[in-house]
């Protein structure tokens, strides 16, 4: 990895995590470990914790943002996915990580799935960026938000996590009802063949 993609990471996770000043990697013996320098109560100076004694978001958020930033001179990745990225952080540190989400889009696309309001709430996310996802009959369908939400968010009246609370972040039923048909192959919605 890059040193400047090292630092980003650093600086990102001490938005997530402020106590936290950096990390290492550590050797012991044949085997490596990371070592994490944190603001300890009483102490002058930062305190030295290996990677089993750090909280299971602080590691998450290494890991996350470790995949965001990942790219060097040699491979950079085309496509990030992450699965609910916010899982085991506090909310307060939703800002930060989506913040350092759309960093890294700007040079990779970056697809992620979450059901955290606090995510999404901020309404300086376009409803284009975002798919609403539902369940029917076991079946699991993704398509844009239909036009009252994006209407919503569009206008400023909710932000995407606020639609999410209220339960009010729908898919288009259109688009829906064309992805039903594409599955049956009824492409042409029973247009006569010629």
Known sequence: MAPNQLVQIQE?????????????RKPISHMETLEFRQDTAGSAHPWRFQAQNMSDGTLRALGV??????SNLD?????IGIEEP???L??????ALREALVSASETTQVLVT??????????GIEADAVLAVVSDAGETKIAPLDEGSREMMQRHLFSA????????????????EQQDKAASGDLFGGMDSV
């Open 12 to 24: 990102y996770l001490r938005l997530v995590s402020p106590m936290v000043h950096s990390v290492a």
């Open 65 to 70: 943002l470790t995949a965001l930033f990942q």
């Open 75 to 79: 491979y950079s990745p085309t496509l």
């Open 86 to 88: 916010e899982t085991a």
């Open 90 to 95: 506090h909310p307060a540190a939703s800002a």
């Open 114 to 123: 979450s059901h955290s309001p606090d995510l999404l709430d901020d309404p």
């Open 161 to 176: 996590g606020e639609l999410l609370r209220k339960n009010q972040l729908e898919p288009d039923h259109a688009s829906l």
